[in-house]
């Protein structure tokens, strides 16, 4: 059940839910549904006993690694960092893990940011493979990167060209939004309308 929770990005709270509930029940009488708890403890007991082997895998299979790191805010306030390493093995094979999401102490400086991904570097042994990291364009992660002695900062292209397009639609966006308008009222008038009419 946990595997499924995390697989399918399913929130913890499903376990609470009576129909849920019911429904493993029918189709196992004798499972003991955990609770939200239960659910936690069992996603922290297997990353805490899964971190050693992945460490050394890394150790083993990799010469340099680059990882890829966003930061957001969440509805309270609470920054976090996410982490993500990549390498190639000897075999060519491209391997992709999720290293940590951490919480940020406010305020969200460059200073802060570098604090956390020295940090998590330290925690996974991987302050010396490291060659690049991979970020938005925001000028707290860039400086945080460039803080970091023997690691290069890489702009994220899809970041780029998102902020591009953006800027590319400034001009229009009066149009844009002028043909947003049309075609609601449009739905709107055409919804009480047949979509045929037979003479």
């Given at each position: ?8 990005l399913?929130?913890l ?54 990882l ?49 991904v ?23 992660m ?27 639609l ?26 045929f009419?037979?003479?």
């Amino acid at each position: 059940m946990t595997n499924w929770i995390i697989e399918d990005l399913q929130p913890l709270y499903v376990v609470q839910s009576p129909s849920f509930r019911k429904l493993i029940n029918e189709l196992d009488s004798g499972f003991i549904m955990p609770d939200e708890k239960g659910i936690k403890k069992v996603i922290a007991d297997t990353y805490n006993s899964t971190m050693p082997a992945l460490i050394e895998k890394i150790r083993v299979e990799s010469k340099s690694v680059s990882l890829t790191t966003d930061m957001w805010t969440s509805r309270s306030g609470q920054g976090y960092i996410g982490i993500t390493c990549s390498y190639i093995d000897s075999k060519f094979t491209l391997h992709e893990i999720t290293l940590t999401v951490n919480y940020v102490r406010y305020p969200h400086t460059a200073e802060h940011s570098t604090e956390s991904v020295e940090e998590i570097l330290e925690d996974w042994k991987l302050r010396e493979k490291v060659f690049v990291i991979t970020t938005d364009n925001a000028a707290n992660m860039k400086k945080a990167v460039s803080n970091m002695n023997a690691i290069e900062w890489q702009g994220c292209n899809a970041h780029t060209l998102q902020l591009i397009i953006g800027k590319g639609l400034v001009p229009v966006k009066v149009l844009v939004k002028r043909c947003d308008t049309w075609f609601s009222t449009l739905f709107v008038k055409s919804e009480s309308l047949p979509l045929f009419t037979y003479s």
